[in-house]
Every structure is written in structure tokens, then in C-alpha cells.
């Protein structure tokens, strides 16, 4: 159904029929108002927020916590949901809402069902690449943690290979000075 000024009447017909796909993201955004939550600084805490988002534990879910410059929670979103066993991630999903919501920082989470976080190879390439992401967005990974239930029971990529994250500042440059593109100090 469309409007026509210049008639003031309404019209319909297939001719006029127009389809507009939304893709629909659920971000949960606090706003710039004053923070409540305290600031992220250890695993444990952003362990804590994971587990108030994520309800079912019977699948992988990857969540991503977005942070403003004192790395308090400004938002957070399930990036993917996936199996008992694997989720899908890519860095375009997850750094679209820390785009959106203004995010100076980030933290990344997924639980494994199966109670085992020890980070699989698959784990330390999304790390990695997320990482690199970052860097070039200027949006940086401040961890990946692998979480499960119970209390305390998780694994820091930061804590166990700090490297991936220092890999990423490395190539970063790297492939920007390749490129002849100059950095500004």
C-alpha cells in the first residue's frame, strides 16, 4: 500500500509491494549514563556477568562484554549460540555492537558444556583473530576467557598465552608498515 501526495490517495497493487529484510541484533545497552557496574578487573568478575546472560548451559554461547575506557560494562551481547560442542564466531558480529555502542574495550566469553576449559586450537585462532581485529579498529581484546559451570571455574587466555594478545600489536604493524601506510606515533 503507498501514499501518492499528489492524488492524496492510497493505492495498492503488487507493482507497489516493496519486501525490506531487517537483520535483527540484540544488543543490551546501558546508555552513557553513570555506571553502575564496577570496573572489569580480574576473569572472575567478568565470569560473574557471563553467567547472569547466559541460561542455558547446555550449549556454547559466545558473549561479548563491551567496555567504555575504565573497562566498565556498557553492554553486552550472545554474539552466537551454538552446539554442545562448537559456536560460530566472527569478528564482524562481534565488533558491529562495540561499533554501535561506542566501546573503548572488550572482553569475550563462551562456555564449554562439557565442564572441560581447556581452550582448543579452534579457541586460540577466534582469540588470535579477534585480537588482530581489534588492533585495527582500535577497539582492543582485553581477554578471551573459556568459562564452565561452577564456581571459579574457568580459563584466561590473557593469564595463559598473553602472547596472542601481544601477537596481534606485532602483526598489526607489521602489515600496516608492509603496506608503506605510516603509523602516527
Partial sequence: MTYSPSTKKE?????????????????RYRGRKVPTEPQISTPTM????ARRVVHDEAREHFTALYLDSRH?????SVVSVGTATASLVHPREVFQAAVLTGACALLVLHNHPSGDVSPSGEDRAVTRRLAEAGQILGIRLLDSI?????????TSFQELEP???????????????????????
Avoid: K, M
Avoid at 165 to 175: M, V, Y
Fill in 11 to 27: 493505492t495498492d497493487g503488487p507493482q507497489n509491494l516493496r519486501t525490506v529484510f531487517v537483520r535483527e541484533a540484540i544488543v
Fill in 163 to 185: 602472547s596472542l594478545f601481544q601477537t596481534a600489536n606485532t602483526n598489526a604493524g607489521a602489515s600496516i608498515a608492509s603496506r608503506g601506510v605510516q603509523r602516527n606515533p
Fill in 46 to 49: 567478568a565470569v560473574s556477568i
Fill in 72 to 76: 566498565r560494562p556498557i553492554a553486552h
Fill in 146 to 154: 573459556v568459562w564452565t559451570h561452577g564456581e571459579a571455574v574457568y
